[in-house]
């Protein structure tokens, strides 16, 4: 089945974006929170008058951006993959670009991994001791370096069940496959329980820029040093 509703709907989960930053300027009379990094770029490339929010015409600015960024994307997605030219794609498609860009990440993800640990594997066994992720910790930046302290001891009290202090293998796979679906309903910007490519090309993007400079998934201390 061939169906267009799903582009639309992206488009409109874009422009949250810029809906969200007028929200939190709104409900903050006290003054401007901190903010998180896509909406820093927002600011910075919209606020022309500086003031450190976004009026009404720097809001509108904005959406007209994101609009012809997601029209930019959705020309260039089809012309890649909608082999036959009729403007939509049909089911096999949708599967052949999804398999190509699942596959690309994956190495990415891969590349980035074998890099990190090549940089921190002192020993040169082939993965990283605890002393070896010690190390890498502590050479980031204090602010990185607590923001993944927190996100490891929030995951030892979700998923350490034997109570030792680090994750095995059977919990970290436990880990896995419950942020694979919080990752799975945060991109399902539509709702319809799915993720379609330009859903899953914006969660990548963002995650790219999150974790630039961290390591395919930040040094992760206590984690046990199978991996």
Same mark, same amino acid.
């Given at each position: 089945m061939k169906t267009r509703i799903a582009w639309m709907l992206v488009g409109s989960a874009a422009l949250l974006l810029v809906a969200g930053l007028a929200r939190a300027q709104a409900q903050d009379p006290a003054g401007p929170r901190p903010l998180g990094p896509m909406h820093a770029r927002v600011l910075e490339k919209f606020d022309t008058d500086g003031d450190g929010q976004l009026n009404d015409a720097e809001r509108a600015a904005a959406r007209e951006a994101l609009k012809q960024r997601i029209a930019e994307e959705k020309q260039k997605f089809l012309e890649k993959w909608d082999k036959d030219g009729?403007?939509? +794609?049909? *089911?096999? !498609?949708k599967a052949a670009a999804k398999e190509a860009f699942e596959g690309r990440i994956h190495q990415q993800f891969q590349d980035r991994r074998q890099e990190f640990i090549k940089k921190w594997d002192t020993d040169g066994d082939g993965k990283l001791s605890e002393e !070896? %992720?010690? $190390? $890498? +910790? *502590?050479? +980031? /930046?204090e602010d990185k370096r607590q923001e993944i302290l927190a996100r490891h001891q929030k995951a030892l009290e979700e998923f350490d069940t034997d109570g030792d202090g680090k994750l095995n293998d059977q919990e970290r796979a436990a880990a896995r496959d419950a942020i694979r679906e919080r990752i799975k309903d945060r991109l399902d910007r539509n709702d319809d329980g799915k993720v379609g490519p330009? !859903? #899953? #090309?914006?969660?990548? %993007?963002?995650?790219? #820029? #999150?974790? @630039?400079?961290?390591? /395919?998934?930040? /040094? %992760?201390?206590?984690?046990?040093? @199978?991996e």
């Open positions: 009729d403007g939509v +794609l049909s *089911d096999a !498609e !070896e %992720r010690k $190390a $890498a +910790l *502590d050479s +980031l /930046p330009i !859903e #899953r #090309r914006m969660g990548v %993007r963002q995650w790219q #820029r #999150r974790h @630039s400079g961290e390591g /395919p998934s930040g /040094p %992760r201390p206590g984690a046990g040093s @199978s």
